[in-house]
């Protein structure tokens, strides 16, 4: 079963700008979740989508937005970015059990 | 306040040696705690999981533990390998109906020949 799969894996973004990422849960978990780790402050959670739906939403601010496909796979989009958005993403699927499956990430660089 | 604190924050030996990692956690009502293995630049891989009812689980020669009542887990390494130089993380999930998990910072352990 291949795992999951986050595109791009690295990206240079500059402030103000834009981003979205992409993320491809193994096939049959329906639940996926994101998180943003920066050096020193460890694994942030921003949101949680199950079934298209956001069931859990973590303390960012609203430029940070997700949604999740009826394929179960979701995307991440951060507007009008800033440098402190520096950040490896990652994203985990899990099916119904705590068991979560991680990706290798997506290093955003603002410059 | 729900926590969960890793010990120490990083740490050297040397290569074949053992070591053990600790979490502390603050986290009610308790589902499951997680232990992962980060290396530089990827994500997390799973180690080993463990709920309320469980005290000891294997994975190769990492071994978790886990004391419900003191709420503490640890993580021991055998015989340390280069390839264990990684971030160790513990993760605590909650038994609320719907999935909230609360992760450790972190232990950054550091394997030299």
């Known amino acids: 079963k291949a795992g999951v799969t986050q595109t791009p894996r690295y990206l240079i973004k500059t402030r103000g700008q834009q981003v979205t990422l992409s993320c491809s849960p193994i096939?049959?978990?329906?639940?996926v979740s994101w998180y943003q780790q920066t050096p020193g402050q460890g694994l942030q959670f921003l949101f949680e989508y199950f079934s298209e739906t956001q069931r859990n939403k973590g303390n960012f601010p609203g430029r940070f937005s997700g949604r999740q496909f009826s394929n179960s796979r979701s995307e991440m989009n951060v507007s009008t970015l800033e440098l402190g958005d520096s950040a490896l993403y990652l994203c985990?699927?899990?099916?119904?059990?705590?068991?979560?499956?991680f990706g290798p990430g997506t290093r955003l660089t603002v410059t | 306040k729900n926590q969960v604190e890793q010990s120490p924050q990083s740490l050297i030996i040397l290569e074949g040696k053992n070591c053990t990692l600790q979490c502390n956690y603050t986290v009610s009502p308790f589902s499951n705690l997680r232990w992962y293995k980060q290396d530089t630049g990827r994500g997390p891989v799973s180690l080993t999981i463990m709920t309320f009812s469980e005290n000891t689980k294997s994975n190769g020669r990492y071994t978790a533990t886990l004391d419900a009542d003191t709420k503490q887990s640890s993580l021991h390494i055998t015989a340390s390998q280069l390839s264990d130089s990684a971030s160790y993380i513990c993760v605590v999930s909650l038994n609320t109906g719907g999935f909230k998990t609360i992760f450790g910072a972190g232990t950054r352990l550091f394997v030299k020949a």
């Open positions: 985990a699927s899990r099916s119904s059990g705590y068991e979560q499956y």
């Open positions: 096939s049959g978990h329906r639940s």
